[in-house]
């Protein structure tokens, strides 16, 4: 089973859930958590994991033998990305745009491109507590997430139970996080942003053919319109967290719900048992 946890934006408690629901599993099933928000991740600031190693991770991007290239041109013309140039008798490379399809060396008439490796980001991983802990850290500056979240995906193993802390909104780093997912847990709070980025998450992924729920932070902040409108998408609402100083106050100082009230594992327990149900029937239905 693997669950992505998601929001619309950022600051809904998203990383909060997804530790949560972590620790709380762990007592009973092997759990694996990946951090996909390798832009800024930190979860490992709640789950204080100790690193047992790191690989680099890197990107092919090209590189010109200028004795073999006569300039033709070619190469710009098919990069999609503006990410190489020729100009006269220069060619200039934009390694931050490149985005590795190899298009460039593979029609270049002269063989004159070759790749080399880039380093783009890191993929670390340990344990926390019993819990199997992968994270990926952009390197500063990077443009493109993706292709480090794919390297941390690697490390997904199927016979545990899988979190996945998404990277929020709904641009390609999420949709790389969530596609291959079978249960999208989105994590909200009942403003105005909160449901308009709501439904930009639900529409996302409706488009992956996900199942997805709600979880409602802050409870008690706003009225009631993610309710109605979950009612109305027919979106299964499985926990509020009430908006609480005691929580804020853990939360602040590193404590997950699960570790810091204990009587919040059941809760989130009740809620993985309801995402088995889902999942469970939608796989039949999909079966008949």
């Not at 759990?31 to 990107?59: K, M, R, W, Y």
């Not at 016979?159 to 780093?173: E, F, K, L, R, W």
């Not at 998450?201 to 996900?210: P, Y």
């Amino acid at each position: 089973m693997i669950i992505s946890v998601a929001s619309g934006k950022g600051g809904t408690g998203k990383t909060l859930v997804a530790t949560s629901l972590a620790i709380s599993l762990k007592d009973k099933n092997k759990v694996q958590f990946l951090d996909c928000d390798v832009e800024e991740p930190n979860a490992h600031l709640l789950l204080n994991p100790t690193i047992t190693g790191s690989v680099p991770v890197n990107v092919k991007v090209p590189v010109v033998d200028k004795g073999k290239c006569t300039f033709c041109g070619k190469c710009a013309e098919v990069c999609a990305y503006k990410a190489i140039a020729v100009l006269g008798e220069r060619v200039l490379t934009f390694h931050e745009l490149c985005h590795s399809c190899g298009a460039c060396s593979y029609l270049c008439p002269e063989k004159a491109i070759y790749e080399v490796d880039r380093a783009i980001g890191t993929l670390e991983f340990g344990n926390a507590g019993g819990i199997d802990f992968i994270h990926g850290k952009l390197n500063i500056g990077e443009a493109m997430a993706t292709p480090v979240i794919r390297k941390v995906q690697e490390r997904v193993d199927n016979q545990n139970i899988v979190i996945i802390d998404v990277p929020p909104g709904t641009s390609c780093p999420v949709v790389e996080s969530i596609k291959d997912t079978d249960f999208c847990l989105l994590v909200t709070e009942p403003t105005p942003f909160g449901l308009n980025d709501l439904m930009l998450a639900v529409e996302t992924v409706r488009i992956l053919q996900l199942p997805c729920g709600v979880i409602i932070n802050r409870a008690g902040l706003g009225d009631e319109s993610i309710e109605k409108y979950c009612l109305s998408e027919n979106i299964p609402v499985l926990l509020h967290i009430p908006l609480d100083s005691t929580i804020a106050r853990f939360y602040s100082r590193g404590f997950t719900l699960a570790e810091a009230m204990p009587e919040w594992k059941d809760k989130f327990v009740a809620v993985f048992n309801k995402i088995e149900e889902i999942v469970s029937e939608r796989t039949c239905c999909t079966e008949r």
